[in-house]
């Protein structure tokens, strides 16, 4: 064998080794082969059972087929048919040709060159031989059970791993192998979970209780409570001017509570907000009470707007030397608002035996009387002579749950102290309201069963355990006890991720009352004010929250 020969052998083989086949490669090598397959047969097989070469070797295989290559004869060319057809009859596998061509490696590289120019027989007829017993190794090997790979095989490619390198991880067929490889199976699926709920559909619910039905047939009144958590009392009602006072005079309220008004005292005062000014042309009528964070600006704060009927209601809350904004004149009797508004009592209709006393707040406080919560301004106590009245703004959890234990293991529990205790000392139930931030339970979510629940604030189960516990110390949820069944009825939509309009929220927002308040609970000395119906309005803009409203029944004498 000429030195080119040998160049040629030892070339292929380590081209052999670099499995990056394309299309163009296999014809490119396919071409080239044929100029020396007559001369070297086991040359070809090797060569070409291979499923591919890297372009590395291209330049090299171009040359046997350029016109300067002493083996470049047109006429060889011609033999492309003949081999392609010898190839493919072989239908060798990877594990074979890879064995080949170690062998012919290790073989080329024993052999010593005696002479420049000439021919080496015995290495011809040793790659030929080596050709051969490859066929017949390929013959009387067991087929691969399907699914499954051979152990001598697999035992063969391990031992030439050290003179193969295998370039990537994709299988690529070469093209003996596309036309012979048994079908691969895909890979299994793994079953899919069960998905969680998606609720979004609102159920309709009856109305339980009709204001001026209740007015001409029993001559009791319906003292109505609205809560919203509206996000920022500044931006809100330059975006919403009227928003506040509509939603008052729709529902004829008697106190609004707001949550979330990011105010400190000096606002209140501030001539280039007006806020004072705003007050008494948007909310006439009512007296507004403030709950300011002092720990952190622009932060929490709520607020109480409550319609007055007589004197102005002392406050046990704020600093000395503060006065608390007080707005608009006070009606020296409800029957005037009654005529104005007529939307809670028909035209004509009077407050027969309802003690106006009964409708005013006895005391205002803006504080629990709990030095570690009392920075955020998270609460307003408003005492009637009926029941207490609370709003609430509670901490949320916050996005990677930093004040999860502060709210479920400090807060959750003082609070609900306080509650009890205020039920306990003033002898008259409790009602508390507002931004709860807890969806209780699956009715709550429109996606209960959501992974990322467990792990959000709001949905955590500490939150659900610490408001049930909550709840079993002798208080109701007004709306799930009034409207067991209700679905969709949220009261939160995330609108950076635009839920509101297909209703993807939850309900973070409640009306927690004392059993006694309920029609079905309590003695008949707390029977005089009975919860009668508690509902969303969805349709009411300007927060990512919507009002809530509570509608109390008031007895005559």
């Not at 704060?301 to 002392?314: P, Q």
């Not at 009964?358 to 205002?364: A, D, E, G, I, S």
């Not at 709860?436 to 699956?442: I, S």
């Amino acid at each position: 064998m000429t030195i080119l020969s040998k160049r040629i052998t030892r070339s292929v083989a380590s081209a052999s080794a670099l499995l990056v086949p394309t299309p163009a490669c296999r014809s490119y090598l396919l071409c080239a082969s044929q100029a020396i397959a007559k001369k070297h047969p086991s040359f070809t097989f090797s060569l070409l059972n291979r499923s591919g070469i890297s372009p590395g070797c291209i330049s090299f295989i171009g040359s046997l087929t350029s016109s300067r290559s002493p083996h470049h004869r047109p006429g060889r060319i011609c033999a492309l048919s003949e081999t392609r057809t010898y190839i493919m009859s072989r239908r060798s596998s990877r594990a074979a040709a890879v064995v080949a061509s170690a062998k012919i490696r290790e073989a080329n590289d024993d052999e010593k060159i005696e002479s420049p120019m000439e021919e080496d027989d015995s290495t011809t007829k040793s790659l030929e031989s080596t050709a051969k017993n490859t066929e017949v190794t390929k013959k009387t090997m067991p087929k691969k059970a399907k699914g499954g790979a051979d152990p001598a095989e697999s035992h063969e490619e391990h031992d030439t791993q050290k003179v193969t390198k295998k370039k990537s991880t994709t299988k690529r067929m070469s093209l003996d192998d596309t036309s012979t490889s048994e079908p691969i199976n895909p890979p299994k699926k793994k079953a899919k979970a069960p998905d969680h709920q998606r609720w979004t559909e609102r159920t309709p619910l009856t109305k339980l209780w009709d204001p001026q039905i209740a007015m001409q047939d029993t001559g009791s009144y319906t003292f109505t409570v609205v809560s919203w958590n509206i996000a920022g009392l500044r931006t809100f009602i330059k975006k919403n001017p009227d928003a506040i006072s509509n939603l008052a005079s729709r529902y004829d309220a008697d106190v609004i509570c707001l949550q979330e008004t990011k105010l400190q005292e000096e606002h209140l005062d501030d001539p280039k907000l007006k806020l004072k000014e705003y007050f008494d042309e948007k909310l006439n009528g009512y007296e507004c009470h403030f709950s300011c964070s002092v720990v952190k600006k622009g932060y929490s704060g709520t607020a109480m707007f409550i319609r007055k009927y007589g004197d102005k209601v002392d406050e046990n809350g704020p600093k000395k030397g503060k006065k608390q904004a007080t707005l608009g004149a006070f009606f020296a009797t409800k029957t005037e608002h009654i005529k104005e508004t007529k939307s809670k009592h028909n035209e004509g209709d009077k407050l027969v035996n309802i003690p106006i006393t009964n409708l005013r707040p006895v005391t205002v406080s803006k504080h629990l009387g709990i030095p570690a919560h009392d920075g955020e301004g998270r609460t307003i106590t408003a005492e009637f002579p009926l029941f207490y009245l609370t709003n609430v703004y509670v901490p949320n959890s916050g996005q990677n749950l930093d004040r999860l234990s502060y709210r479920t293991e400090y807060w959750d529990k003082d609070f609900v102290t306080k509650m009890r205790q205020l039920e306990k000392d003033g002898s008259k139930p409790i009602i508390w309201l507002g931004d709860l931030n807890v969806a209780y339970d699956e009715k709550d979510t429109w996606n209960e069963g959501a992974k990322h629940l467990n792990k959000s604030a709001g949905t955590t189960p500490e939150e659900r355990a610490s408001f049930a516990e909550q709840l079993s110390a002798g208080f109701v949820d007004a709306f799930r006890y009034l409207h067991p069944d209700g679905r969709g009825h949220y009261s939160y939509w995330s609108q950076r991720a635009g839920n509101r309009e297909p209703n993807k929220g939850l309900r973070l927002d409640y009306f927690v009352c004392s059993k006694g308040l309920m029609s079905e609970g309590g003695t008949k000395t707390l029977k005089k004010a009975i919860v009668r119906d508690s509902y969303m309005v969805h349709d009411q803009l300007g927060s990512d929250h919507c009002p809530i409203v509570l509608e109390i029944e008031i007895k005559r004498d």
